[in-house]
């Protein structure tokens, strides 16, 4: 039997990971222990367990979620047991080593206190606050929000880009440049792929310079059931940003609890990357930003305050009533910098284009050297998809629904030509409309009645006829 002694162990605030190795060098074995925390009744944590003897399965031997490290009954005896049945090495000794080293380790553990001379010329870059200048910190958790469909999907995977590039963004290159991940709770790979072929177009690149820059893993869960594999991805391609799309996803839980948004944002710490994290804004902040009466002062993410104060950095971005389904005219507000001062708000359109296939097909990001101001909503015009959802909303019954049409209807009743139509209704940034099941029908969705009757409210002079005027 192989002996396993004197592991190479790694220490964290709670996560301590051991492997094992034989004299030549090969490696035998790994024992992770994560979610470590102290109670009355012992130190609890989890344990996952790897043999690398014969074969290097991603996935592991053994894998449990709650266990007190000070009992020898209970799960402990189970998780001994089933070592025994793995053979080929001494787990019991190299269990017990592990254990020991981890109790130890979490028990005792305190600072050096090393401090920085912040005159010294010759200190090195790992001080620089910022992996890309002023939008992404170079360490821990960037949040992004703002409104659904307000393009910070595609704001991120521009930032993307240029961190694995090093091609500038507003003119500024990335400190570090080097791979990224980008880990998606809300769409498949194609249209990831999609914007990232259209974006990196206005950059002059093809697809195959792009290959090995961006990874995206899609994960149907919660972040916590995904960590460990991405965590692999992390070190075994030296990825140097992870997006997370989006943080209530990656709760899956509720996004008002702040135990669980403090775990989550301790998950992402232990990816080892700087992290750049997209979330939502709530209704009602929804609303009167498509008033163009939210001021950013008052905006927040949705859900828990703690989304905010475990940030290193936080940007809003404010998306202003003139904006299109073709070009979104917006302003980044930094809401929140630590260890740096707050940068002046950005002004930011993007303009876009589609294919006849409903494809994205061109991404374009212009930045001005400050806020563009907002069009309110009484002195704006309709646009087509506004005015198409105010007509749709005006059919009503007596019940107060809204009839059910099928997209040829809703163009020759609202005279909005019939491509339009489509292209509006169908789109999948759409939010204002849903298609019955089964059926060619349209209705206006939650979000889009909320918004009918604000459009309604100020516009009752400007109704679109069955010519169009």
Same mark, same amino acid.
């Given at each position: 039997m192989?002996?396993?002694?004197?592991?190479?162990?790694?220490?964290?605030?709670?996560?301590?990971?051991?492997?094992?190795?034989?004299? !030549?060098?090969?490696?035998?074995?790994?024992?992770e222990?994560?979610?470590i925390?102290?109670?009355?009744?012992?130190t609890?944590?989890?344990?996952?367990?790897?043999?690398?003897?014969?074969? !290097?399965?991603?996935?592991?031997?053994?894998?449990?979620?709650?266990?007190?490290?000070?009992?020898?009954?209970?799960?402990m005896?189970?998780?001994?047991?089933?070592?025994?049945?793995?053979?080929?090495?001494?787990?019991?000794?190299?269990?017990?080593?592990?254990?020991?080293?981890?109790?130890?380790?979490?028990?005792?553990?305190?600072?050096?206190?090393?401090?920085?001379?912040?005159?010294?010329?010759?200190?090195?870059?790992?001080?620089?606050?910022?992996?890309?200048?002023?939008?992404?910190?170079?360490?821990?958790?960037?949040?992004?929000?703002?409104?659904?469909?307000?393009?910070k999907?595609?704001?991120?995977?521009?930032?993307?880009?240029?961190?694995?590039?090093?091609?500038?963004?507003?003119?500024?290159?990335?400190?570090?440049?080097?791979?990224?991940?980008?880990? !998606?709770?809300?769409?498949?790979?194609?249209?990831?792929?999609?914007?990232?072929?259209?974006?990196?177009?206005?950059?002059?690149?093809?697809?195959?310079?792009?290959?090995?820059l961006?990874?995206?893993?899609?994960?149907?869960?919660?972040?916590?059931?995904?960590?460990?594999r991405?965590?692999?991805?992390?070190? !075994?391609?030296?990825?140097?940003?992870?997006?997370?799309?989006?943080?209530?996803?990656?709760?899956?839980?509720d996004?008002s609890?702040?135990?669980?948004?403090?775990?989550?944002?301790?998950?992402?710490?232990?990816?080892?990357?700087?992290?750049?994290?997209?979330?939502?804004?709530?209704?009602?902040?929804?609303?009167?930003?498509?008033?163009?009466?939210?001021k950013?002062?008052?905006?927040?993410?949705?859900?828990?305050?703690?989304?905010?104060?475990?940030?290193?950095?936080?940007?809003?971005?404010?998306?202003?009533?003139?904006?299109?389904?073709?070009?979104?005219?917006s302003?980044?507000?930094?809401?929140?910098?630590?260890?740096?001062?707050?940068?002046?708000?950005?002004?930011?359109?993007?303009?876009?284009?589609?294919?006849?296939?409903?494809?994205l097909?061109?991404?374009?990001?212009?930045?001005?050297?400050?806020?563009?101001?907002?069009?309110?909503?009484?002195?704006?015009?309709? +646009?087509?998809?506004?005015?198409?959802?105010?007509?749709?909303?005006? =059919?009503?019954?007596?019940?107060?629904?809204?009839?059910?049409?099928?997209?040829?209807?809703?163009?020759?009743?609202?005279?909005?030509?019939?491509?339009?139509?489509?292209?509006?209704?169908?789109?999948?940034?759409?939010?204002?409309w849903? =298609?019955?099941?089964?059926?060619?029908?349209?209705?206006i969705?939650?979000? +889009?009645?909320?918004?009918?009757?604000?459009y309604?409210?100020?516009?009752?002079?400007?109704?679109?006829?069955?010519?169009?005027?």
């Amino acid at each position: 039997m192989i002996p396993l002694t004197d592991p190479v162990s790694e220490y964290s605030e709670d996560f301590h990971k051991h492997d094992f190795y034989d004299e !030549d060098g090969t490696h035998l074995a790994t024992i992770e222990f994560d979610e470590i925390e102290d109670d009355r009744s012992g130190t609890w944590c989890e344990v996952t367990v790897w043999t690398h003897v014969g074969h !290097d399965n991603p996935e592991p031997d053994i894998a449990f979620e709650r266990v007190n490290l000070l009992t020898k009954g209970g799960s402990m005896a189970s998780i001994l047991k089933r070592l025994e049945l793995l053979g080929s090495v001494n787990w019991v000794q190299g269990f017990s080593t592990a254990v020991f080293r981890t109790i130890t380790n979490y028990r005792t553990a305190s600072s050096e206190g090393v401090w920085l001379d912040p005159l010294d010329s010759n200190a090195d870059d790992a001080t620089e606050p910022f992996l890309l200048k002023p939008f992404i910190a170079s360490s821990g958790t960037t949040v992004l929000y703002g409104m659904q469909g307000s393009a910070k999907s595609m704001l991120a995977v521009r930032f993307s880009l240029t961190v694995a590039t090093g091609k500038p963004f507003d003119g500024v290159k990335p400190t570090r440049k080097g791979p990224v991940l980008y880990v !998606d709770f809300e769409d498949t790979p194609e249209p990831h792929q999609y914007r990232l072929f259209a974006i990196a177009q206005e950059m002059g690149m093809t697809m195959d310079e792009m290959k090995g820059l961006i990874y995206h893993e899609r994960v149907s869960r919660d972040l916590k059931s995904a960590r460990r594999r991405l965590s692999r991805i992390v070190r !075994d391609n030296g990825i140097v940003l992870v997006i997370i799309d989006s943080v209530g996803l990656a709760l899956a839980g509720d996004v008002s609890g702040s135990e669980q948004t403090i775990k989550l944002f301790k998950m992402f710490s232990r990816l080892n990357a700087a992290v750049l994290a997209i979330d939502h804004m709530t209704k009602e902040n929804n609303t009167k930003m498509a008033l163009g009466t939210l001021k950013w002062q008052e905006s927040t993410p949705i859900g828990s305050q703690y989304t905010t104060s475990s940030a290193r950095l936080v940007w809003f971005l404010n998306e202003l009533p003139q904006s299109t389904d073709r070009r979104k005219v917006s302003n980044l507000y930094n809401t929140k910098a630590n260890h740096v001062a707050k940068h002046k708000p950005i002004g930011m359109t993007v303009d876009m284009d589609w294919n006849k296939k409903g494809l994205l097909t061109e991404v374009k990001f212009t930045t001005t050297g400050g806020m563009i101001d907002a069009v309110t909503a009484k002195e704006m015009e309709l +646009g087509k998809h506004q005015q198409l959802l105010v007509w749709h909303f005006r =059919q009503q019954r007596e019940d107060g629904n809204v009839i059910p049409m099928r997209l040829v209807d809703l163009s020759r009743g609202s005279g909005v030509g019939s491509s339009t139509v489509n292209s509006i209704v169908t789109s999948k940034n759409a939010s204002w409309w849903e =298609q019955l099941p089964g059926s060619k029908q349209y209705i206006i969705s939650p979000d +889009g009645m909320e918004m009918a009757m604000l459009y309604a409210s100020w516009n009752t002079g400007s109704e679109i006829g069955a010519n169009g005027e």
